[in-house]
Every structure is written in C-alpha cells, then in structure tokens.
C-alpha cells in the first residue's frame, strides 16, 4: 500500500534514490521468516490464539511506523510487522485444511486466495488515494486502525477450528524433522512450488506494471488505475469460476488448465510485443492478454494449496507455514528477474510472467511423474 509513497519516504528518512526498496525487501523477509517460525505455534495453541497475538505484533509496528524518522529503524520495525502480520497467512490456510478437503476445499481456498490476490492488486490504488488525503505516514496509521479491526473481529467472530485434543507440541529437533519430511514429500513440495511460482507470476507482473503502462505505453494515472482495477476485477471472476468448477471437475484438472491458460496467453504477449505489434498507439491486444492472464492465475494458486495440504490434516499449521515460506521466497524472486530483464522493451512483463508459468508447469510435472498415484487420490 505504501509503494506509492517511496519518493517521498526515501526524502523525509533522509537516503537515496533506491532505498526504498530495502524497506520492501525487509517486508518480505519477515513474511517468509515469520510463517516458517510460526506455523509450529498454530499446532501448538490453536489457530486463533498466533493470529491475535501476531495482529497485536502488527498494530504495535504499524503505529511506531507512522511515527519513526530514522531510516533503519523503519526497515525493522516492517520486518518486526511482517513476522507479526505472518501469521493472517498462516492461520487461515491451516482454518480451511482443518474444516474441509477436496472440492470443498478448493471452494474455501478460491476464497481465501481471493483476498490474499486481492491485496497486492489494489493496495497501491488505496496508497495513492490516501496520499491525497495526507502524507505517507497516515498509509500506516490506516494499517494500523484495520490491525485492530481484524483483531476485534477475530476476537469475536472467528472460532478455533483447531481442537485443544488434537494439540501437539515438538522439540526444536521435531520441528526440523517436520519441516524436512514436508519438504522431501513429493506431492506437497511440488503443488507448494506450482502455489508459489503462481504468486512468482503474479509479482512480475506487479513488479513492472507501472513502467510498462505508465513509462512506456504512457497510460495516465487514471487510466493506468482503471487497468489496474480491472485486472483485480478479472482474478475475482477467474478464482470465484474455479471454486465452481472443482465441484464438477477434478480439482487438479482445473489447476491444469488454468496453467495451460496463463502459459498460452503469456507466449501471445511474447509473440505480439516481439513483432512489433504493440506499442503506446495500439496497446490493447497487450491488455486483453494481461487481463486474461491474470484472470487465469485464479485457477492456479487455490487448488495448489488444497492439492499440497491434502494429508496432512494433523499438521496443518506447519504445512501452511511451509508454502508460505516457499511462497514468499521464490515469489521474492520475481523482482530481481525484472530488474534484470532490458526495462525498456515492452514485453518484458511477459516474458517474466511466462518464466514464473513455466515454473509451475516444471513443478506440477516432477510432482506427477514422482507420485503418479496421489495425483488422482485427491478428487474428494
């Protein structure tokens, strides 16, 4: 949400052009760090109790964020708000696997990464409307009044649908067995990678889009968040339509061709840019290609995580913690492609999203040939 405020923080915190971005990279660091360390505590306590306790983490950070001038101190206070805002990650996957598997799952998990996928969409257009309002430090007093929000909300709304019974807790050395089996398992690595080189494409085209449509199609600030928001429109309509039809279809069909969608339209991008057929005077086939991609992307992401947290009902805490981890790390990575791809070319974003594609069909392919038999034990 605060993206758009970088020139002006990197300004009033007294560093560089660039800097910034340190801030965005500590952010991600405790994201990944947060759910890795986190996820034995929801097998331990229950769901609600980390999540409470990881939303006041968050509200503390957020309001000393608002108030703090000192450049470093900014970056830890958002890898401090980070670890704490973890666990709304964590908690929620762990509260579908623990009611529902199957296509039922899929249904709650299209939901649940509705609004996971919603947030980077729209938390950019939300910054810049609260920047006309104020300067950047009221986007993280705001995130700080909807910490409280969430915690009140969850205080009183939401029960543990993690029984005290079936509670367990492991030695340091447990933990690590636990996050080893997890991680040599094939079928639950490899549909983790496919979740997470889905969020890979995600970001790279988050990553570039305003120096493609605003540096180099030359869109206006209105236009470009009208694109925007459409996109945000496109991945409800593309997660909601998955959530259906996994109760009619097998989940990891659907998955399938949802992969087989965003690769197809990611090599017309390709194709179009390189010959020559887009630029700032036709730059709609490009846009109808994005749109289409992202709206693809919603059939990826949600069945992924039920196909990786199927058996394993009595560790879910850990395993959603585990896809998380991988969730943010290789998604991390979509950045750095994108600074290294030329920036003024215009299909760089495709070519970026086709990379991260290409990631979850390499993934879902190692998976099928390692464990060809749960492939198809996972339909209900």
């Not at 988050?206 to 120096?211: G, M, R």
């Not at 390189?274 to 290609?289: K, R």
């Not at 392919?365 to 749960?374: A, E, T």
């Amino acid at each position: 949400m605060y993206l758009p405020a970088f020139p002006m923080l990197e300004h009033d915190l007294g560093q560089g052009a660039g800097s910034a971005q340190l801030t965005l990279t500590a952010w991600l660091a405790g994201l990944a760090i947060g759910q890795f360390t986190l996820g034995p505590l929801c097998d331990r306590y229950g769901r609600k109790l980390p999540l409470l306790l990881g939303l006041v983490v968050y509200v503390i950070a957020s309001a000393l964020l608002a108030v703090v001038t000192n450049f470093h101190l900014f970056c830890i206070l958002r890898f401090i708000a980070a670890m704490g805002g973890a666990t709304t990650s964590v908690a929620p996957r762990a509260m579908v696997r623990d009611v529902a598997t199957g296509p039922a799952g899929v249904k709650l998990m299209s939901q649940l990464m509705l609004i996971f996928g919603l947030g980077p969409l729209l938390a950019p257009s939300i910054g810049s409307f609260l920047l006309d309002l104020g300067e950047w430090r009221l986007i993280f007093w705001v995130g700080a009044g909807f910490g409280v929000l969430l915690f009140i909300g969850t205080w009183f709304l939401l029960p543990d649908t993690f029984p005290p019974e079936k509670r367990f807790a492991l030695p340091f050395t447990g933990v690590v067995a636990r996050y080893w089996g997890l991680i040599t398992e094939p079928l639950f690595c490899s549909a983790a990678m496919v979740a997470s080189f889905g969020t890979f494409t995600m970001f790279a085209y988050l990553s570039n889009a305003p120096a493609l449509f605003e540096g180099i199609l030359h869109f206006s600030p209105r236009l470009f968040a009208i694109f925007f928001g459409l996109n945000a429109v496109g991945f409800v309509l593309g997660s909601q339509i998955n959530a259906r039809m996994a109760q009619r279809f097998l989940f990891t069909r659907v998955m399938e061709y949802g992969m087989l969608a965003v690769l197809t339209f990611t090599l017309l991008g390709v194709l179009v840019c390189s010959l020559g057929l887009v630029g700032p005077q036709n730059p709609w086939i490009l846009c109808i290609l994005i749109f289409c991609t992202t709206s693809s992307l919603g059939f990826v992401g949600p069945n992924a995580g039920v196909l990786a947290l199927t058996h394993h009902g009595h560790q879910a805490g850990a395993a959603s913690a585990l896809i998380g981890t991988l969730n943010w790390t290789i998604a991390g990575g979509a950045g750095v492609l994108m600074a290294l791809l030329p920036s003024h070319w215009i299909g760089s974003t495709s070519v970026g999203m086709m990379i991260g594609i290409m990631g979850c069909w390499i993934s879902d392919l190692w998976r099928r040939r390692l464990d060809p038999n749960s492939y198809l034990s996972v339909r209900h």
